[in-house]
Structure formats: C-alpha cells, structure tokens
C-alpha cells in the first residue's frame, strides 16, 4: 500500500515538472494547431472623430511567445459599416510587445464600429469611433469669440467655450460633458510641469510689484529722474523714459508714472491727453516686447502648449525673443510714440487739447486741480484710491529709489545667468556640435524654471531688504506679497481656461479640419495678416490682450504647423498673434490698461479714447499691409516694412502737424500755392508769413 502511494506521488509529481517545463518552452500551450496564438489585443482611440478627417488610432499586441520567423507584424482594419478596409506592416518591437499608430478616416457620423486582426494572433479585437461632422469642431472656437464680443467676459466665454468641446467629444452627452470638463480639462494643466511654472512665476511677479510699490522703491526712483525736467519737451522724454524703467508690469508702469510724474508735466505745461497717451502707449507696448515681464511667463507657456498640441516641443521664450522683428504692430507703434515726441507736433485732436491747455493759468494747473474726469465711475474709483493711500504710506515711509532698482537687476541678472548655464547643461547632455553662445543657451534651456529662480531670488532679496530698512515688518512684507499674488489671479485663470480649450480642441480635430480647409484655398503667406485681423476685433471686443492670445494660440497655431513647416512662417504666425492682441489694450475702453490710464493720469475718458484711436487706427492698418501681409509674402524683409511705416508716420506728423497755435508746413503751402493763383487776395502781409519749419 505504502509502495503504490509512492509509486503514484512520483508519478505526478513527473508529470507536473513537466507540464511546467512544456509551458515554459511556449510550444504547445500558447499556440493552437493553426500555428496561432492568443494575444491581448488593446487599442487606445481618440475621444471623437471628425467625418472625412484622419484620427489617430493606437493599438498594443501583448504576445506570449515571440516568433523568431515573423519578420513584420501585419494588420488589418476593416469597417463593420461600409466594409472598407485597410492593410499595413508594422515591424514588431524586440520583445513580446508591439505598439503602433494608424490613422483611420471614417465617412460615416455616428457610431462606427471596427474590427481589427493581427497576424499571428488567433482572435481580432473589436473598437468604436463616434464620428460628428467636421464643421461642427469650429463651434467652440466660435462660440468663445462670439461671447467674449457680446459679453465681454473673457473667463466666462473660454469656460463655454470648453465645455461646448467637451460635448461634442462626449457624443453630444450633457453629463459626460459637465464632468470631463471639471475633471479632464480643468484639471490637466495642473499636472504639466511647465504649466505649473508659469502658473508660479507669474504670481511670485505679482507679489515682488507689489512690494516694490509699497516699499517707496517705485515711487522713489521715479521721483529721482524728475529733476531732469524743465520744459514741456522734457517731460515727454521723461514719461518715455520712465516707461522703459518700468518694463516688468504694464498696470504698475501706469500706476507708477500716472500717480509721480501727474504733477510734474502739468506744472511744466504738458496736456493731460498727451500725458495720457504717452503713458498708456508705452506701459503697454514695452510690456508686451520685454520677455522678462509679467506677460512673458503666461506667453511662454501658450507658445509651448500650443506647439505641444502638434507634438513638437519648442522653447517658448527663444519664440517670444525671435519673433519681435515681426511685430510690427507693436515695433511700429513705440518707433511711432518716439518720432512723435521727438518731432514735437501735433495733429487733431491732441493739438486742439494742447491750445486748451496753454490758456488754462500755470499755477492752476501746477496744482492739478483743474482735471475734469467726465466717467463718475473713474470719479469714485480715484476716490477710493486716495482714500487707501495713507494706510500705504503709512507703511512705505520716505521714497528709496534702490528698493526698486536692486529687486530687478537681480531678477534680470539671475534669470540671465540661470538660462545660459541651464542651456549649457543641455547642450553638453545631447551631444550636439553647438557653439556655447547665449542665443544658443536660451533656446535650449527651460526658460521657465530659469524665470522661476530669477523671481524667487529677487523676491528673498526684498523680503530681506525692506525689514532691514525699517519700512515695513516682513509680517506687512507677506501682506503686501499677498495681495499681489492675488492681482495675478485673473490672468492666471485665463490662462488655465486657454489651456484647456486648446486640449479640447484638439481632442475633436479643430486645426485638422481648419488645416484642411484653409490649405485648398489660401496659401500660408497670407496667414499672419488672417491673424492681424482677426486679433485685432477680438483684442477690441475683449479689451484682453492675453485673453485673446490665449483663444488664439491653441487655434491657429496646430493650423500653421499642418499647412506648413517652415519655422519663419512658425515665426511669423506667433508674432501676429502676439502684435495684433495689443491692439484691444490700447483702443478698447473695457480694457483695464485704459480705465488705469484715465484714472491714474486724471484724463477724461472721452478725450482719452479719442486720441487713442486716432493714433493707433490708422497705424494697425498700415501694419497690417505693409507688415503682415507684404512680408508673410516675402516681397520685401520685415526692416523695410519699418521704414515704409516710419517713413509715413515722419511725412503726416512734420507736414500736418504743427505746434500750439502755429500753422502746419501743409497749411503754409496750401497758403502759398492759392496765393499764387489769386494774388494778393486774401494773403498774409510779407512780414506776416508762417515759417515752412517751425523750430521744435
């Protein structure tokens, strides 16, 4: 009995052993009598299609034995509703698993549904496609700017715009919509490295404004820079050069000259609306080109998201330097504000404000208690300006010019530094055969990680700084920093929401479908001046120059990328974008650059608006053509474009123009040729005649 109980448990234990080896050899248990074994088949598709447009398909095979002989991985997909097929090979990974792309186009709406087998794999695998016809993908899009024209709520506008994306990748599903907006869309860009960065660095700027302002540095250096000053002339250089000083932030140039050098022009003769406009034009401008500024950070990160969307990972900041020899808006209208100071003439109506303000007695206006703000909102808002003020000073105490100057040359200096060794490391980890030069550097760094520690040590720098100085105690410091951080939460948000509706629209195929579109009948050249346009009505509905960059980037950017790959058309396409967007904070009366520049300057808003759109129409228009357009068509380089514009803004400002209560060169000789032809009717007497040129 004991030897049969043993003769059976050797038994099985043999047969065991060799069960176990015959599965490990893979020769019997995994492969049927066909010569096929089972695979684990699984495909990834995207969210939705768009009928007549290619979507991306990506399948995985999980082999269990690999086939030594099979030289390439053959696959077939084939329609269960038109019985359409198609073939591919696929050369299999080293290993067991093979992972692959295809592009599948479907001409049906609805749900399609595919059957795919693979070669060596016993069972096929069966997926669906939601198709929704291609027009429809232009909905969100459209739908944003339709809002944000109506409405003039960026915000709300880019989170109907995501969720009118989101619908229709949740096959026209309310609910499935509502929450892979909330739990997809919102919450993606939280989960990018790089997002989160810009997201960083734009509210530790913020907070280091704002303690510039309330530690007197602000104020102190500006107020330094005003003993340079004695003629109306100077003044004007004077609110130019002050400008250039403040290049981090464009509310806080405004802030800043507004309020410290208000009562210095007046008393030296210089006209509210002039005052106005050169402040407000120059806050904006230089902001907007500085890529170390409070804008450049959110800019950044649409350049690189929106790049990202196409697959290709580009260096934001080296696209936000490159691209300023294109923005010719922009370019345009700060060479345009110097010519007009320098020049020193005015055209209607700023000449008519001027001869108003020469009448106006000295001392009065010294005083600058003759300013007459026509919106009872600017009213009550300068009110309550004045009312905070003696809490601030309170805290800022005597004006110290070097609170201002040594936080930005520290963040100047640091991020510069950090950027060239940060590139350096790059360079020297790929191998390339790059020289170690600075352009070179920037372009290869992360420029946001590089902007991050520039802010953050210029930011440690002041909260050092202000304490030791006995201003302000470091529990006010954080206070202060707070509430700057807080400044900043608008633009982040529109960031955040311009994110995810590029993410949205690229789930349902919006550039595909624009790309296909615009590629059979509009050539690429024209593309930046489509761009101009476009960007200047949104920017003027919007009065939000990063709201509109941000519908616009996740828009036309994976268009350009699909109808061309040049990188100066790239170039070109980005700088439109960048320039046109400006447009809405110079001229729109929503825009909060011109509410800060009528209340900080005490302009009437009318007055204001005026003069804005006087000077910055004409010349959007004159970008546009002989920028955007002519050069995207490469009849002539982009420094040629300036000097057609610089050429005509110096012909209409020296001829037209003139100064207050003189005649203009055009007037004089409109005199002198009627002269010519009817005598001495009507003349002036020779003694009486205007010069040609007056002196400036």
Request: include cysteine; proline fraction near 4%; aromatic fraction near 10%.
């Amino acid at each position: 009995m004991a030897r049969g109980i043993s003769f059976a448990l050797v038994l099985f234990i043999c047969c065991f052993l060799r069960g176990s080896t015959s599965d490990t050899s893979g020769n019997s248990s995994d492969i049927n009598h066909d010569g096929l074994q089972d695979c684990k088949i699984t495909v990834i598709t995207a969210k939705v299609s768009s009928r007549g447009i290619p979507s991306t398909v990506h399948v995985r095979v999980e082999r269990r034995v690999l086939d030594p002989y099979d030289e390439a991985t053959v696959f077939t997909i084939v329609s269960a509703g038109d019985n359409s097929s198609e073939t591919q090979h696929i050369h299999p990974d080293s290993g067991l698993v093979t992972e692959f792309d295809t592009q599948i186009t479907t001409h049906l709406l609805g749900r399609s549904f595919y059957n795919i087998s693979i070669s060596g794999c016993s069972e096929s695998k069966q997926f669906a496609l939601f198709s929704i016809p291609a027009p429809l993908t232009l909905l969100p899009p459209l739908l944003t700017v339709l809002l944000a024209i109506v409405s003039q709520q960026v915000l709300l506008s880019l989170t109907c715009g995501v969720f009118a994306a989101a619908l229709l990748s949740s096959a026209y599903n309310p609910v499935d919509a509502f929450i892979t907006t909330l739990n997809s869309y919102f919450i993606l860009p939280f989960l990018d490295p790089s997002k989160a960065g810009v997201i960083i660095f734009s509210c530790i700027m913020g907070g280091l404004i704002e303690l510039m302002q309330t530690s007197g540095g602000a104020a102190g250096f500006t107020n330094k820079l005003s003993a340079l000053a004695s003629t109306t002339f100077h003044a004007s250089l004077l609110t130019i050069g002050v400008s250039f000083a403040f290049f981090f932030d464009d509310y806080a140039s405004i802030m800043i000259c507004g309020r410290s050098l208000g009562s210095l022009v007046s008393l030296l003769g210089l006209s509210k609306q002039k005052f106005s406009f050169i402040v407000h034009m120059m806050a904006v401008i230089v902001t907007s080109l500085c890529p170390l500024s409070s804008w450049a950070g959110i800019q950044i990160g649409y350049i690189e998201s929106a790049f990202k969307l196409t697959g290709l990972e580009v260096s934001g900041f080296s696209y936000l330097v490159q691209s300023i020899p294109y923005r010719f808006f922009v370019i345009s209208s700060l060479l345009s504000v110097i010519i007009y100071v320098v020049i020193n003439r005015d055209i209607v109506p700023m000449i008519t404000y001027e001869e108003e303000n020469l009448k106006k007695d000295a001392k009065h206006a010294g005083e600058g208690k003759s300013a007459e703000v026509t919106s009872d909102f600017a009213s009550s808002v300068t009110s309550d300006e004045e009312a905070e003020e003696p809490t601030k000073e309170e805290c800022c105490g005597k004006e110290r010019w070097y609170n201002a100057i040594i936080p930005l040359v520290v963040l100047v200096g640091v991020s510069l530094l950090r950027m060239y060794y940060d590139g350096k490391e790059a360079i020297l980890a790929s191998g390339d055969d790059v020289p170690i030069t600075f352009i070179n550097c920037a372009s290869r760094c992360n420029s946001i990680n590089c902007l991050v520690v520039g802010t953050a040590v210029s930011f440690l720098l002041t909260l050092v700084l202000i304490p030791i100085q006995r201003i302000m105690g470091l529990a006010r410091c954080m206070t202060y920093f707070v509430d700057g951080v807080k400044s900043m939460s608008e633009p982040n948000m529109i960031l955040i929401l311009a994110w995810s509706l590029g993410e949205a629209m690229n789930d349902i195929h919006t550039s595909e479908y624009i790309a296909l579109a615009l590629g059979q009948s509009m050539p690429v050249e024209y593309f930046p001046a489509l761009i101009c346009v476009i960007g200047y009505a949104m920017s003027y509905a919007s009065g939000s120059a990063l709201g509109t960059q941000g519908i616009l980037f996740p828009l036309v950017v994976p268009v350009i990328v699909r109808l061309s790959d040049s990188e100066e058309v790239y170039l070109k396409t980005v700088a439109a974008a960048l320039s046109s967007s400006v447009f809405g904070n110079l001229c729109s009366p929503i825009a909060d650059t011109t509410i800060a520049g009528v209340l900080f300057t005490e302009c009437p808003m009318v007055d204001h608006l005026k003069v804005m759109s006087t000077f910055c129409v004409p010349l959007a228009l004159l970008t546009l053509v002989f920028g955007d357009l002519l050069v995207g068509l490469t009849l002539y380089p982009s420094y040629a474009s300036y000097l057609i514009i610089l050429l005509l803004v110096v012909v209409v400002f020296g001829v037209f123009g003139r100064q207050p209560n003189q005649e203009s060169v055009a007037r004089s000789l409109w005199k002198r040729i009627t002269k010519r032809h009817l005598g001495e009717k009507g003349g002036e007497a020779p003694g009486e005649r205007t010069p040609l040129l007056s002196s400036v």
